[in-house]
């Protein structure tokens, strides 16, 4: 049988909306009708990240990247939730391994600078932001990452050119600023 993208991009809809319950509703219908496709499972997981239900996302990743081996959110969601419930040496655990598998990705080098940036490690921030933007120049996360560990350095002039190559870059984006 074959998967319906209306249901998932309607359960996105409804999440981007907030309405939490309808879209898991539509999510757990994909994941009942289409158990072999792991994009029901994947928006079940985000709904319980956007509820702040670390714990129970957590175990919804590590459920997912069992069934789903070799699908990258699952891996990028639970190093995103031991970040968030403070595991940090597992996240950065989890970040390397699939900056391994994926290294043509941004997310996992992403993830492994905000690692360092949730630990208020600036100087190693500064590196892993660096890092990260000598392979994926265009990263705007990075750049912004990069922008707020020379703030936090109190390095002004530097930070002050950062956010401005970001606001040049992307007008649009209130978070480029």
Same mark, same amino acid.
């Given at each position: 049988? %074959?998967? /319906?993208? %209306?249901?998932?991009?309607?359960?996105?809809? +409804?999440? =981007?909306?907030? /309405?939490?319950? =309808?879209?898991?509703?539509?999510? +757990? !219908?994909?994941?009942?009708?289409?158990?072999?496709?792991? &994009? $029901? #499972?994947?928006?079940?997981?985000?709904?319980?990240?956007?509820?702040?239900?670390?714990a129970q996302a957590l175990e919804c990743w590590?459920?997912?990247?069992?069934?789903?081996?070799? *699908?990258?959110?699952?891996?990028? $969601?639970?190093?995103?939730?031991?970040?968030?419930?403070? !595991?940090?040496?597992?996240?950065? =655990?989890? #970040?390397?391994? =699939?900056?391994?598998?994926?290294?043509?990705? @941004?997310?996992? #080098?992403? $993830?492994?600078?905000?690692?360092?940036?949730?630990?208020?490690?600036?100087?190693?921030? +500064?590196?892993?932001?660096?890092?990260?933007? %000598?392979?994926? @120049?265009? *990263?705007?996360?990075?750049?912004?990452?990069?922008?707020?560990?020379?703030?936090? +350095? &109190? &390095? #002004?002039?530097?930070? !002050?050119?950062?956010?401005?190559?970001?606001?040049?870059?992307?007008? /649009?984006?209130?978070?480029?600023?």
């Amino acid at each position: 049988m %074959k998967v /319906d993208p %209306k249901k998932i991009l309607q359960g996105n809809q +409804l999440m =981007a909306r907030g /309405d939490y319950a =309808a879209a898991e509703a539509k999510f +757990l !219908e994909s994941q009942n009708l289409w158990p072999g496709n792991p &994009d $029901g #499972f994947v928006g079940r997981a985000r709904i319980l990240e956007m509820r702040a239900c670390w714990a129970q996302a957590l175990e919804c990743w590590k459920e997912i990247a069992k069934k789903f081996p070799n *699908n990258m959110a699952a891996k990028i $969601g639970q190093a995103n939730m031991y970040m968030e419930l403070g !595991e940090y040496p597992v996240a950065e =655990a989890i #970040f390397l391994g =699939a900056q391994k598998t994926w290294p043509r990705k @941004p997310n996992a #080098f992403v $993830g492994y600078a905000r690692v360092a940036q949730s630990r208020c490690q600036w100087r190693e921030a +500064l590196r892993r932001w660096t890092n990260v933007l %000598k392979t994926f @120049p265009e *990263n705007k996360p990075a750049l912004i990452g990069l922008g707020n560990a020379h703030l936090e +350095l &109190d &390095d #002004f002039s530097n930070a !002050e050119a950062i956010f401005l190559e970001a606001r040049n870059k992307w007008p /649009d984006n209130p978070g480029a600023a």
